[in-house]
């Protein structure tokens, strides 16, 4: 037994990265799922919250990442365009990162065009504006002192479903989908503490644990952490086969393969300490 172990505290560690890479290629190459149930969780928080959402009502999805936080985000983007779409609900969509806009818009024409949902009628794109806090700020007072055309230019007045909006106050759901800053604590401050217009929002697994506190003190109505979140919630929309519940597969296996060399490491290090004390 202390030759076995003796063996693997000195493992080549090319075997290691091997295993690591099997277990990612294997899950994703055979498309393996695992049962994703979603207990009482901020994701489904989130999920009730937009279920109890009458027909007609305005919410207001904010893109607020880039291209290297979209296996995160980009699945619950989708899941949850998906969900207020189905529900008939308007969804006027804008940016606080610069490549958000252009995720948003090929988010909302794919899921639109799936659903039979027309730009302009169903949903639009204002676009990016700099500015962060600030500019929510100014987004309290007119959207269209902000926004005066959308992402493609056309003027505010020529597109029909914001004829009823104003301000910000005129949303029923601001949401937030954030990599990092502006992101979840502007639309927290401004839109929802200054405002008084609910928030909900979803951000990467590293960034959840900070954003707890929001939903403890109800300044947050919901939210959706990594991987995991945008898991449940396509789980919870009914959505088979996304990308976020077969990602799930190859991380889980991961990270119990990392968890079990991190075990038999320790394991050999302490049996090998153990000898030489006996020596």
Known sequence: MAGILEKLGNMDRRIIFVLIALSVI??????LTFPNPVGAEPSRDMYEYVDALPSGCDVLLSFDYGPSTMPELHPMAIALATHLLRKDINVVCMALWPEGASLGQEVMS????????????????????????????????SM??????????????EIPMLENISDLTDFDLIITLSAG?????????MGGDRFGVPVGGGCTAVSAPQYYTY??????????????????????VGITGGSAIEGMAPQSI???VIMGFIILGN?????????????
Not at 144 to 149: H, I, L, Q, R, Y
Not at 181 to 189: E, F
């Open 110 to 141: 794919g899921v639109a065009d799936s659903l039979g949902k027309a730009q302009y009628e169903d949903w639009c794109n204002l676009g990016y504006k700099t500015g962060g806090g600030i500019m929510i700020v100014r987004l309290g007072s």
């Open 181 to 189: 800053d502006p992101g979840v604590p502007a639309w927290v401050m």
């Open 144 to 157: 269209k002192a902000v926004f005066p055309t959308d992402r493609d230019n056309l003027p505010w007045e």
């Open 26 to 31: 294997i899950p994703v190459t055979t498309h």
């Open 254 to 256: 991961a990270h119990l």
């Open 215 to 236: 939903l403890q003190t109800g300044q947050m109505v919901g939210l959706l952490g990594g991987l995991k979140g945008a898991a449940d919630y396509e789980t919870l």
């Open 267 to 279: 394991i050999a290090y302490f049996s090998q300490k153990k000898k030489e004390g006996r020596g």
